[in-house]
């Protein structure tokens, strides 16, 4: 990674900081989240054989250029000039049945602009949620909920 992971982590807990001190604060820009780091993280947590989507481009593919690729993509995100791609629609057998389940797959630099997009939403309404609310959350589940 080209800079140190904390600046974006204390990037996120300075807005989710402000987000539980400030319950009616509203945010307006936050595409300055959007840096060459925090993509970075984001591609270090993606799957390494996740499928492809409709532009055939694979995580070891765009890693060979990941820098450039990142920087790249943060200046389309800047200029407001990025645009998702398709989604790539496959279908997969249904367990115990004939049919078949469509599965949307998108394009790398789409699942990378969403991943940041979930760290940045996910530290503003956190703040949000009771404390007994488990169902899709980072660090909860309903087993845990369950068991208390």
Known sequence: MP?????????????AEKARNE???QFTSLFHLMTVEMLWGCFDALRN?????IDGVTKQQYENN???????????????AYIPQPVQRVYIPK?????????GIPALEDKLVQAGL??????????DFIDDS???????AVMMRCER
Do not use: W
């Open 118 to 127: 979930v760290k940045i939403l996910q530290a503003i309404y956190e703040q």
């Open 3 to 15: 800079r140190n992971e904390e600046t974006v982590t204390t990037k996120l807990q300075r807005i």
């Open 66 to 80: 990941l820098l450039e690729n990142l920087q790249q993509l943060v200046g389309k995100l800047h200029r407001m």
């Open 95 to 103: 367990p115990g049945t004939d049919k078949l389940r469509p599965l």
């Open 23 to 25: 319950p009616n604060c």
């Open 49 to 53: 054989h996740a499928a492809s989507g």
């Open 134 to 140: 488990y169902g899709f959350r980072p660090g909860k």
